[in-house]
């Protein structure tokens, strides 16, 4: 024995000498000094040989013992272990790695670890292992799919091995599973994002308000035709169409997401719903002091597109530069058309946006930094529309710039139309004279309502409960109700089944008002018996139509 902890050679001696006189053993009183000396040595050196065996098995014991444990301890660990080749091939991996899987441990050996690795997350695993070979350590995130279907985001650390063998190279890897990590991280972030969301919302839902007080506050003291009231009243028309597009765009983005908008597709010119949308803007952008230039195709440029929601996209695009553009800058509209898409291109002279900002430019509530004033307002909703309307229409939106200071150009292409493009709507006539019955529990938005139609030549009615509209109505038999659905006393869903069952009614057009304007709204509105729905506040030229379209 050679090791520090083996016995000195007295202490062996003394043992062999012990083991000697317990097996009785006595030299031969007949042999030489000598020859005595030497079979009693040769003895001695005998017990000794087996003091070692026994040790070594002892050893040996302890050695089986401790790779039991660690065998247990890399199977059972709560982290997944493997040892790939080269080639990321699973030369060997413990249980833990196996289950994460989905697989036996026999039948995972042998495989390449990159066949469970989701195709989006592949090319890091691939850059991993070729840094590895490097004789790097190195880690990355990948995501696998395992035995449930649903994938498992993984952290895979891994370090070279330095005692490969032969020329076969091999590393070793963790993979932790972070999928609730992540998941949480997630929450966190879109927690975060909400509250800073209702913090953006408070303040610019408080915005449009206080000028609209102001303004009213000022018609109360101002002769009424007086140019400080054709002022106050322009105040109030922009900050009350400033509140209308906040809204819109929060519905219409919550609308996207749930899947609960279907485009009206139809064959169109996209140089007419250009020119159109450009028409409907260019007072706002010369308001900014801005010069709007439209630069249109040669020839028609045939998609096929639901008009409204793609005028929405050139609509917002145009809000978005004319915000970001200085008094004195030009925005630049152009429509083209190659290699089989339709294009438009928003350009602007404005302040430019940062490298950094690129990248989130269409997520919802993403803008730049405005500070704690945010001077240039809104909810950061609008791009993300863009992006989603232009996926609904199987086309594609990207945002380029030179940096700060540099202007901006958003680019929109669409699928060209193999159909020819129509032109554009005619302009609607104005509707005929009407008589109309306003059920509105909200005396304020009854009687402004009432206003406007009268302006138009209609006769209009007001009844500001359920029961005394049903009455009104029976009197008045009007041509239109215009029915608000929350009632303090029955719903208008129960005022237009009530009609509906009436005698002599049956010509009248009922006409629901209402803050809720989803589709399964609009469902529940047409099996009540209303013949039409109108998100509240009712959009004036959308009611002019129905007024329009007769009994």
């Known amino acids: ?7 000195d050679p007295r202490t062996l001696r003394r043992q062999a000498e012990e083991r000697l006189r317990a097996r009785k053993v006595a030299p031969r009183s007949d042999a030489p000094g000598d020859v ?3 079979i009693h040595e040769l003895e001695v050196h005998q017990i000794e040989l ?3 065996n026994e040790e070594l098995r002892r050893a040996r014991d302890q050695l089986e013992a401790s790779a039991e444990r660690y065998s247990e301890l890399y199977d059972f660990a709560p982290v997944a272990y493997a040892t790939l080749d080269g080639l990321g091939t699973i030369v060997e991996i413990n249980l833990v790695g196996a289950a994460l899987l989905g697989e036996d441990r026999a039948r995972v050996l042998g495989k390449r670890l ?4 989701t195709p989006a997350t592949r090319p890091a695993f691939q850059q991993l292992l070729a840094a590895l070979q490097g004789n790097t350590r190195g880690s990355c995130e990948i995501a696998i799919v395992g035995s449930g279907g649903a994938p ?5 650390n891994a370090v070279p091995d330095p005692r490969s063998p032969g020329d076969t190279w091999r590393c070793h890897a963790s993979l932790t599973d972070i999928t609730e990590l992540k998941a949480a991280a997630q929450i966190r972030e879109s927690d975060r994002r909400k509250s800073a969301f209702l913090a953006m919302l408070s303040h610019e839902l408080r915005n449009p308000l206080a000028p609209i007080r102001t303004a009213i506050h000022l018609l109360d003291r101002v002769p009424p035709g007086s140019e400080q009231a054709a002022r106050a009243r322009a105040v109030i028309t922009r900050q009350t169409a400033q509140l209308t597009r906040l809204v819109d765009d929060l519905l219409d983005l919550n609308r996207i997401e749930r899947g609960k908008i279907s485009l ?3 064959p169109v010119d996209l140089r007419d719903v250009v020119r159109l949308a450009c028409d409907d803007h260019r007072a706002t952008i010369e308001e900014h002091e801005l010069e709007l230039r439209v630069v249109g195709a040669a020839g028609p440029v045939p998609v096929r597109a639901d008009r409204t929601r793609l005028a929405q996209v050139i609509g917002n695009l145009l809000h978005n530069a004319a915000k970001f553009t200085p008094p004195g800058g030009v925005i630049t509209v152009g429509v083209s058309q190659g290699s089989g898409r339709a294009v438009v291109r928003v350009a602007d002279t404005g302040i430019g946006i940062a490298p950094d900002q690129l990248g989130h430019l269409f997520e919802p509530f993403a803008q730049g930094d405005q500070g704690l004033a945010r001077t240039l307002g ?5 791009l993300s529309l863009v992006k989603a309307l232009a996926e ?3 086309g594609t939106v990207a945002a380029a710039s030179g940096g700060l200071g540099q202007g901006a150009e958003f680019v929109v292409t669409l699928p060209l139309a193999a159909q020819p493009a129509v032109g554009a709507r005619p302009e609607r006539a104005s509707a005929p004279r009407r008589t109309i019955v306003i059920i509105e529990d909200n005396l304020d938005a009854a009687e402004t309502l009432q206003a406007v139609l009268e302006l138009d030549g209609h006769k209009v009615e007001i009844a500001t409960s359920a029961i005394a509209g049903i009455e009104l109505v029976e009197r008045v038999k009007p041509e239109f109700v215009l029915c608000d659905i929350g009632l303090p006393d029955l719903s208008g869903y129960e005022v237009a089944k009530t009609l509906r069952a009436l005698d002599g009614l049956r010509a009248t057009r009922l006409v629901a008002l209402s803050g809720y304007a989803q589709p399964e709204d609009r469902e529940r509105s047409r099996a009540a018996g209303f013949d039409a729905h109108l998100a509240k506040p009712p959009d004036l030229d959308a009611l002019n139509a129905l007024l329009g379209g007769g009994r």
Do not use: C, F, N
């Open 36 to 38: 005595l000396r030497l």
């Open 392 to 394: 609904l229409h199987d």
């Open 114 to 117: 990159a066949s469970w690795v």
């Open 50 to 52: 087996e003091l070692q």
């Open 1 to 7: 024995m050679t090791t520090g902890s083996d016995p």
């Open 264 to 266: 009206q597709l139809e």
């Open 152 to 156: 498992i985001d993984l952290h895979v």
């Open 378 to 382: 809104g909810l950061g909703l609008g």
